[in-house]
């Protein structure tokens, strides 16, 4: 494997990597936007989980990951989960400030990709790009079966007729 080509490559998607990341506590939220920001991530900071979901609204693809802390004052951050995984299909991590089993659990089982624990290292952050590319290979995974199916569909069925009785090859446009 060409190393380089893999670098370049894995710094352009890195470079272009859009964060939307929820906090209530002013200074938390400071705090992890410059560490972000350190990663090279082009990072949207919110207080309000009500402000961040109109702002995912706003601009559908505007983000890649949504990182968010579970105890919000206006929306619950699983509730906020629930609405970013029904409307956007975006990875998102959940913040917490303990590491209590069943709110982890609850997390996964609402949709987080993965969790963070505060205070949360630097070493952590720069791994989220992780699971952007992971959707968008599990992404690229489901077109390619789509289309297995479309070729599966036809090899089944046999070529199709046109109105006329002539054959319809996959290379005819018209």
């Known amino acids: 494997m060409d190393t380089a080509f893999f670098s370049s490559r894995t710094e352009a998607f890195l470079a272009d990597l859009r964060v939307l990341m929820i906090d209530d506590d002013p200074t938390c939220l ?17 207080c309000l989980a009500r402000d961040a979901l109109s702002l995912l609204r706003e601009r559908k693809d505007g983000y890649d990951i949504v990182i968010s802390d579970v105890n919000m004052p206006d929306l619950d951050g699983f509730e906020l989960l629930e609405h970013v995984g029904l409307e956007m299909d975006l990875p998102v991590i959940m913040m917490f400030v303990d590491g209590e089993t069943s709110m982890v659990m609850k997390g996964v089982q609402h949709g987080a990709c993965d ?18 590319f992971r959707k968008k290979i599990n992404e690229g995974r ?3 079966s789509h289309e297995s199916f479309d070729d599966f569909h036809i090899m089944r069925n046999g070529p199709e007729e046109s109105d006329d009785g002539f054959l319809i090859s996959d290379n005819m446009t018209s």
Request: net charge positive.
């Open 142 to 144: 489901d077109i390619e």
């Open 30 to 46: 400071k705090i992890l936007e410059k560490m972000l920001k350190k990663c090279a991530y082009e990072v949207t900071a919110c």
């Open 115 to 132: 969790y963070l624990l505060k205070p949360i290292r630097m070493k952590e952050l720069r791994n989220i790009w992780q699971h952007v």
